[in-house]
């Protein structure tokens, strides 16, 4: 396989004699995935910190690759993905330009996908296959940092109305969001037989346990049942997978009894006593969102309504229904719905086929800790992807795509 110039040489993350070379880069920019937050414009180009990151890794590595940059491009591995990633970008094109609002799709375009696409690409180019494990490392560190200053915003009383925590994002369920893969990470780490490339050694076990304790107690704060139950589910059938003997699994039992003793813990409370009360739960809400967006989808099931323009067609579409329980509404709140509404047909069609790819190559993987990680991640996505919207934002894309670090393994 042909490595780039610009591979980094060392041990472990942040090891080595530079702190800033170009691996310690692609970890740093994990670890701060949430610097998108921080927003400003280039020329009036709107961008964000976490962009400019990827933007000076991606200048270096050209800059290291120098006049020959084609032949520090390794293809092995991922040739089969630009076929379905150029009908997603295809899609995503046609739509907007059919729709329009290409201000917001463009940017939708660039940020959501154009970014996250080349900072794996980047990443699969710098890192070699041992050093993929230390990118799910800086994501647990990452989680970690965030746990942190979310239980600050907690025990200073910044919650929301109905008494969740969703730190500085903007919502309670994106925090879950962010947060979810930390927790599948420490499950498959303790799950895991103890060998080299396992996520930590043996002997921080306890500071393991500690920090995982400290994104538990974050997560449980968000109260985001939809997420609980989607790492939960994720992670019995990677379980199931794995080991192949469901009866015997002790980790399966562990986690249905983890699930049961959460929603006993919530029988009285606000929000489960809320989607007990159909007619005005946020149950009955999605309801009509998903009723709103199978229309749209009657209406412009070929090109579908351009990224960026769900609130609009939303309000354009409540003259079909009953006054809805929600209105400020910028995505289907389904991840299925949203790549067809967003790229049209090709688009859905080209996500269906990347994740057929992804499918087959993690099957065809040697069991390690890097491929059930990255399984049981992706299966969460997918799971909670039924009744959230969980891609269409920069870091949880880019989480999304970092799976795809597989195919080097």
């Known amino acids: 396989m042909l490595k780039s110039k610009m591979s980094a040489k060392g041990g472990s993350a942040f090891g080595g004699k530079k702190i800033f070379n170009m691996e310690n880069l692609i970890y740093l920019a994990v ?13 009036g180009i709107p961008t964000n910190i976490l962009e ?18 084609l032949q520090c491009v390794s293809t092995i591995g991922y040739k089969k993905y630009i076929i379905p990633i150029f009908f997603i970008f295809l899609g995503l094109a046609i739509s907007t330009l059919a729709n329009g609002g290409y201000a917001a799709g463009l940017g939708i375009i660039k940020s ?13 180019q710098i890192l070699d296959k041992e050093k993929i494990i230390n990118v799910y490392k800086s994501l647990y560190l990452s989680a970690f940092l965030v746990s942190l200053i979310s ?5 200073s009383g910044h919650i929301t109305y109905d008494g969740r925590l969703q730190g500085f994002f903007n919502s309670p369920n994106y925090l879950a969001m962010y947060l979810a893969p930390a927790l599948i990470m420490l499950v498959q780490v303790q799950s895991f037989p103890s060998k080299a490339d396992q996520l930590m050694a043996e002997k921080l076990k306890v500071l393991i346990l500690l920090s995982g304790s400290i994104i538990l107690i974050t997560f449980y704060f968000t109260y985001s049942y939809a997420a609980w139950i989607s790492v939960i589910l994720s992670l019995i059938m990677v379980s199931i ?10 980790t399966i039992i562990i986690l249905v009894l983890l699930a049961a003793s959460l929603f006993i813990i919530q029988l009285n409370s606000e929000k489960l006593i ?3 009360n159909y007619n005005r739960s946020s149950l009955e809400s999605r309801i009509i969102i998903w009723k709103s967006a199978e229309k749209m989808l009657e209406n412009n099931w070929v090109f579908g309504i351009g990224p960026g323009n769900f609130q ?18 910028p995505h289907p709140h389904n991840l299925y719905l949203a790549f067809w509404l967003y790229g049209g047909v090709l688009g859905i069609l080209g996500f269906i086929f990347l994740l057929g790819f992804w499918l087959e190559d993690i099957i065809k ?37 970092l799976n795809f670090l597989i195919f080097k393994i």
């Open 31 to 43: 670890i701060f995935l949430p610097a998108y937050l921080v927003r400003f414009k280039i020329f």
């Open 274 to 276: 809320n989607l007990k």
């Open 312 to 329: 609009e067609k939303y309000l354009e579409y409540q003259k079909y229904y009953p006054p809805y329980l929600e209105w400020a509404v």
């Open 365 to 401: 993987k040697s069991d390690s800790i890097v491929k059930f990680i990255a399984f049981s991640i992706m299966f969460y996505i997918l799971i909670h992807g039924a009744i959230d919207t969980n891609y269409f934002k920069n870091d949880l894309a880019i989480i999304f795509w």
């Open 52 to 69: 400019m990151l990827i933007l000076i890794i991606f200048i270096r590595w050209i800059i290291g690759c120098g006049r020959d940059a």
């Open 151 to 155: 239980l600050g915003y907690l025990f």
């Open 241 to 250: 997978i794995k080991n192949k003997a469901l009866v015997k699994n002790k």
């Open 112 to 124: 959501w996908f154009f970014f996250p696409m080349l900072f794996v690409f980047l990443a699969s």
